[in-house]
């Protein structure tokens, strides 16, 4: 775990010579829609979100600038759907997080490093997830994606209470244990993304990295009682 931070034309003569132009690509039209998305998620990572523009992604993606809009009707519908993808590509990375996991508690640690690990490798698309006033959150892909995630947030917690967590009705005391926890884990990694950890670090013993602190902060959080280590 790591502490972050043209088009060129020769002049010719009517009919004599062929253009060397390269073709734009043929895309079926399901294909149009993953290659936008994948020419969409290229800018997002390499310009950030004030990058991300429609006719940007048209141009990335080597169509006509009238396509993006063609297929999501505007850039709201544009990275709502790419949200959507980061959301189902965090989900499985988290899943994967946990797979080896023992115990509740250790399940928990486990799915918040692979939270954080997921934000370090794609910074863009993670802060793109949670920039809600530039999504439309009930746009199914995305609705379903995030939700699922909230369900992984909830059932890791669950585990680590010794309890079952139904996402979709909720006791106070289960909505509080879930939200300090995604509260802890959202947090740190905002602090990780913008390099302000590196102070902190630096003051504990050697070895003690990122991964350990965020470890023994959600074991303090989750089981008070229980040794760190």
């Given at each position: 775990?790591?502490?972050?931070?043209?088009?060129?034309?020769?002049?010719?003569?009517?009919?004599?010579?062929?253009?060397?132009?390269?073709?734009?690509?043929?895309?079926?039209?399901?294909?149009?829609?993953?290659?936008?998305?994948?020419?969409?998620?290229?800018?997002?990572?390499?310009?950030?979100?004030?990058?991300?523009?429609?006719?940007?992604?048209?141009?990335?993606?080597?169509?006509?600038?009238?396509?993006?809009?063609?297929?999501?009707?505007?850039?709201?519908?544009?990275?709502?759907?790419?949200?959507?993808?980061?959301?189902?590509?965090?989900?499985?990375?988290?899943?994967?997080?946990?797979?080896?996991?023992g115990t509740g508690l250790e399940r928990a640690v486990?799915?918040?490093?692979?939270?954080?690990?997921?934000?370090?490798?794609?910074?863009?698309?993670?802060?793109?997830?949670?920039?809600?006033?530039?999504?439309?959150?009930?746009?199914?892909?995305?609705?379903?994606?995030?939700?699922?995630?909230?369900?992984?947030?909830?059932?890791?917690?669950?585990?680590?209470?010794?309890?079952?967590?139904?996402?979709?009705?909720?006791?106070?005391?289960q909505a509080a244990d879930i939200v300090r926890a995604?509260?802890?884990?959202?947090?740190?990694?905002?602090?990780?993304?913008?390099?302000?950890?590196?102070?902190?670090?630096?003051?504990?013993?050697?070895?003690?990295?990122?991964?350990?602190?965020?470890?023994?902060?959600?074991?303090?959080?989750?089981?008070?009682?229980?040794?760190?280590?």
């Amino acid at each position: 775990m790591r502490v972050g931070n043209a088009r060129s034309a020769g002049a010719k003569k009517a009919g004599t010579r062929k253009s060397t132009s390269p073709e734009a690509p043929s895309y079926h039209h399901g294909d149009l829609h993953d290659a936008l998305l994948k020419a969409a998620e290229q800018i997002l990572e390499r310009d950030g979100l004030p990058g991300l523009t429609l006719r940007a992604v048209a141009r990335e993606a080597g169509v006509s600038h009238a396509a993006p809009a063609h297929h999501f009707g505007d850039l709201t519908g544009l990275v709502s759907e790419l949200a959507a993808i980061g959301f189902r590509q965090f989900n499985a990375a988290m899943i994967a997080a946990d797979a080896a996991a023992g115990t509740g508690l250790e399940r928990a640690v486990a799915r918040a490093k692979g939270y954080v690990a997921y934000a370090q490798a794609h910074p863009g698309m993670y802060l793109l997830m949670f920039r809600t006033e530039r999504l439309d959150m009930m746009r199914p892909a995305l609705h379903e994606a995030a939700s699922a995630s909230f369900a992984g947030l909830a059932g890791a917690i669950g585990a680590s209470r010794q309890e079952p967590i139904a996402a979709e009705a909720l006791t106070l005391e289960q909505a509080a244990d879930i939200v300090r926890a995604w509260s802890l884990v959202h947090g740190f990694t905002m602090l990780l993304l913008d390099n302000r950890l590196s102070d902190v670090l630096r003051r504990l013993p050697k070895g003690t990295d990122a991964e350990a602190l965020l470890g023994a902060m959600l074991k303090r959080a989750i089981a008070p009682g229980q040794p760190i280590s």
